[in-house]
């Protein structure tokens, strides 16, 4: 087709600034959480005292701040955490896994009085149900980020905007607007809105504040209003930031003013979609501080995310940046609309 073209992605390790500059490449603030993933054909539950048997369950690293930080640090990014937790079992085997797939968690949150967030995961194919106990990971403010954290970081990305949007939206435009004033650069996930407001009160200003929008389809059409891609795009671009917006299995759109491309994604055999669109957000902001142009970085993003579906769990199949970049090849990138 007339435009289409491979992205010819050749790095293969992340641009690292000089010793002297920032400690962090990417600060993530978002959520913390395990996720106790269930998968099978029939997942429905049957009250009245009922058994089911499902395929598997499995307790993993859940929340969309804690995949997408995992699938970061396993591209080469030097990453931090800010999330907050429960002092319980839940919250000691999160920090765990995080050291484990070294993501600095020091600025990590800890709420004695309240225990860990935790997520239940019904999988069936690539459609999931999700019930979620918030605990401590709904009561991250804006003053539990250290400025001194923001000051060591190239890019601030916000994960879950709208699960944490009581407690960190209040100061989360001022606190954007700070990282920016240092030298980085920032990024929104919003997710799903529970509440189903989607974008009242403190949204407007953090968007002004953000650089990158990193909504899904259906995300980004209740936020804009819109129900057309092309109308989704323009509302959303309107307040002066770059907008990736993920298609799940057909791919992804990037836009920034003039600048529009759609990525096909590589094929794959999906096995679980389970945070995908995180280590989507992952692949695209390695990308980004890579020094790859957009439309490579937005390669890299659906790379990621399509070799993260061929395991169980949210990092079970994230790749690392060799992998990612020979998997990234196999993208078709090309003008849009």
């Keep these: 087709m007339t435009g289409e073209r491979p992205v010819a992605v050749t790095r293969s390790a992340p641009a690292r600034p000089p010793a002297a500059g920032p400690a962090f490449d990417l600060i993530v603030i978002g959520d913390c959480n395990p996720d106790v993933l269930v998968l099978g054909d029939d997942l429905t539950p049957a009250f009245g ?19 997408m ?24 085997f999160m920090l765990a896994e995080l050291a484990r797939a070294d993501v600095a968690t020091d600025a990590m949150v800890v709420r004695a009085d ?4 935790m997520t239940v ?20 403010t804006a003053a539990d980020v250290p400025a001194e954290l923001l000051s060591r970081a190239r890019h601030v990305h916000v994960s879950s905007y709208f699960l944490l949007e009581r407690s960190l939206g209040p100061g989360l435009a001022a606190l954007l607007s700070a990282a920016r004033a240092a030298g980085a650069s920032t990024s929104l996930d919003t997710n799903w809105d529970p509440g189903g407001t989607w974008g009242q009160d403190f949204f407007p200003d953090v968007l002004a504040q953000t650089d ?30 770059a907008v990736a917006v993920k298609l799940g299995a057909s791919g992804a759109l990037y836009a920034d003013g003039p600048q529009r491309c759609r990525a096909t994604p590589p094929p794959v055999s999906p096995v679980d979609a389970t945070g995908a669109g995180d280590c989507f957000d992952a692949g ?37 940046l060799t992998a990612a970049l020979a998997l990234a090849s196999k993208v078709i990138v090309r003008p849009w609309p």
């Design 284 to 320: 695209v902001l390695a990308g980004r501080l890579n020094g790859l142009e957009p439309p490579d970085a937005l390669a890299l993003g659906c790379a990621v995310g399509a070799a993260s579906t061929q395991a169980i769990g949210g990092t079970g199949g994230s790749p690392d």
């Design 69 to 92: 930080a995992v699938a970061a640090a396993r591209l080469g990014l030097r990453v931090a955490l800010v999330a907050a937790i429960g002092d319980d079992a839940a919250g000691h």
């Design 114 to 117: 309240l225990p860990t967030g």
């Design 212 to 241: 990158l929008l990193l909504p899904n389809e259906a995300e980004a059409q209740r936020i804009s209003g819109a129900t057309t891609l092309p109308e989704v795009i323009s509302a959303l671009t309107k307040a002066g930031g």
């Design 121 to 140: 995961a019904l999988s069936r194919g690539d459609d999931r149900a999700i019930l979620t106990a918030t605990g401590a990971m709904g009561e991250l």
């Design 49 to 67: 005292q009922q058994e089911k048997l499902v395929a598997s369950m499995s307790l993993v690293v859940g929340g969309s701040g804690s995949i």
